[in-house]
């Protein structure tokens, strides 16, 4: 289906499970409209077991970077919100998530993997995993940072959020981004899903919900740093600079 902004995603569900494909473009990333709708969806989809991945050969290729080089304070306010959103509608899902990383998840892409209970790579070395915005000049907001801390190891945390770098699978599988790589990916991640929806449906959720509880919740303090310093720096235009240089350097 096409929503009515050029972003659009599409669904394929089944009585047992929802099937959520990304699609949208500059390879599925992510703007305003497109949260907007993929939040909807993620209610929409009332805990059933959720497979999530991309189209266009990606999964996410991160935020939509031209949006994000447009935008004034309350702008940025509302797409970081939204953004914020997003990653909690899908870390807090009521119900088994397995991410199927058919292709890049880089930045914000990759926050979408990690909020996933399970996470399969396809097994090919030209895909790109990691998250680079401390390398484009791009300070974490809290709510993001708070997902990074909680679903990265402390052995790995350094390396993925400080040197940025982005990762085959296998590193990436190393790292700990990803919990497996499969040369079929969609059957590999699909397979997990059916395992995970095995288990009796209240006792899983109510574990995960014991998992994730108060990990995203931000003090006022951060609140206040995310509304004082965050958004006005993401606003900055030395940041707005550096981002027009990522987009001219990928034409």
């Not at 990762?167 to 991640?189: C, M, N, S, W, Y």
Request: hydrophobic share 45%; charged share 25%.
């Amino acid at each position: 289906m096409r929503a009515k902004s050029d972003s659009c995603y599409k669904r394929r569900m089944s009585s047992e499970t929802h099937e959520l494909v990304m699609s949208a473009p500059g390879r599925n990333a992510l703007s305003s409209a497109f949260m907007q709708q993929l939040i909807d969806e993620l209610h929409r989809a009332a805990g059933k077991p959720l497979l999530l991945s991309g189209a266009n050969g990606a999964f996410s290729a991160g935020l939509n970077l031209k949006e994000v080089a447009s935008l004034d304070l309350d702008g940025m306010a509302r797409f970081l919100g939204l953004l914020d959103d997003l990653i909690d509608a899908l870390y807090l899902y009521p119900g088994p998530t397995v991410a199927c990383v058919n292709g890049h998840a880089i930045a914000g892409g990759c926050m979408l993997v990690l909020c996933c209970d399970l996470r399969i790579a396809v097994d090919d070395g030209s895909v790109r995993i990691g998250l680079n915005e401390v390398p484009l000049g791009l300070e974490f907001p809290p709510k993001l940072l708070a997902l990074a801390v909680d679903r990265i190891a402390p052995r790995s945390r350094d390396r993925v959020l400080l040197e940025g770098g982005l990762h085959d699978p296998r590193t990436a599988l190393q790292l700990g981004l990803i919990d497996e790589v499969a040369g079929d990916v969609h059957a590999a991640a699909r397979t997990t899903l059916e395992q995970l929806a095995a288990a009796p449906r209240a006792e899983y959720v109510a574990t995960k919900r014991v998992l994730r509880s108060g990990k995203l919740d931000l003090s006022t303090e951060q609140r206040r740093y995310f509304r004082e310093h965050i958004v006005p720096t993401w606003c900055s235009e030395a940041v707005k600079a550096r981002v027009r240089a990522r987009l001219e350097s990928k034409r």
